[in-house]
């Protein structure tokens, strides 16, 4: 199974129409949205070509190959104009013999994490920071980092394959790569 992962698009449509242009050429299996789709956020300045009503068409042609949780700039308004399910506070999905646990970052984190096994992987967004790490229990974290409002580094995403989580910024450079583990 081929995914991209993306997370923290809050509005931009110049960043996003980049990373369908490797959506388009990557033909993963499904993109992974982690949140944070149309809305900036009140905490966050406007990003760079901010228009969410251009999103939703970019988006929607590819509903069939979507899978979405809510973020926490998310709203019931932005479900009615999605065709595809933003709602859900996270997801599960068993890839290569491992569990992933998908979900935005702002209810589950330290505070709240889910109960995982060795060779499972929590993947989450919110924090606009890119994390590729493999965990002393056994366990990895995944953050592809936000692609239009990053805190540290660049705007990136994840491309998982073959058992490898690939980190890319939007010039399609290779900067981290993880290779998982059977336990």
């Known amino acids: 199974m081929k995914l991209m992962i993306i997370s923290d698009i809050h509005g931009s449509?110049?960043?996003?129409?980049?990373v369908?242009?490797?959506?388009?050429?990557?033909?993963?299996?499904?993109?992974?949205?982690?949140?944070?789709?149309?809305?900036?956020?009140?905490?966050?300045d406007l990003?760079?070509?901010y228009a969410p009503k251009k999103i939703i068409p970019l988006l929607n042609k590819e509903k069939d190959h979507i899978l979405a949780v809510r973020g926490n700039c998310d709203a019931e308004v932005d479900q009615?104009?999605?065709?595809?399910?933003?709602?859900?506070?996270?997801?599960?999905?068993?890839?290569?013999?491992?569990?992933?646990?998908?979900?935005?970052?702002?209810?589950?984190?330290e505070h709240n994490f889910p109960s995982l096994n060795p060779g499972d992987v929590y993947i989450y967004?919110?924090?606009?920071?890119?994390?590729?790490?493999?965990?002393?229990?056994?366990?990895?974290?995944?953050?592809?980092?936000?692609?239009a409002l990053p805190k540290e580094g660049v705007k990136s995403f994840v491309i998982y394959e073959n058992e490898t989580f690939i980190m890319y910024d939007l010039d399609h450079h290779e900067f981290n790569r993880l290779n998982?583990?059977?336990?």
């Open 13 to 18: 449509y110049d960043d996003l129409a980049k």
């Open 180 to 183: 998982l583990h059977k336990f």
């Open 80 to 109: 009615m104009v999605l065709d595809f399910p933003i709602q859900s506070d996270y997801l599960t999905l068993y890839a290569d013999g491992h569990m992933f646990f998908i979900t935005h970052g702002h209810l589950f984190d």
């Open 47 to 49: 990003p760079d070509g």
């Open 125 to 147: 967004g919110h924090f606009h920071v890119p994390v590729m790490k493999a965990c002393d229990d056994g366990t990895y974290r995944i953050n592809p980092n936000s692609i």
């Open 20 to 44: 369908m242009s490797y959506y388009e050429m990557e033909k993963p299996d499904k993109l992974i949205i982690l949140g944070d789709i149309l809305y900036h956020g009140p905490r966050n």
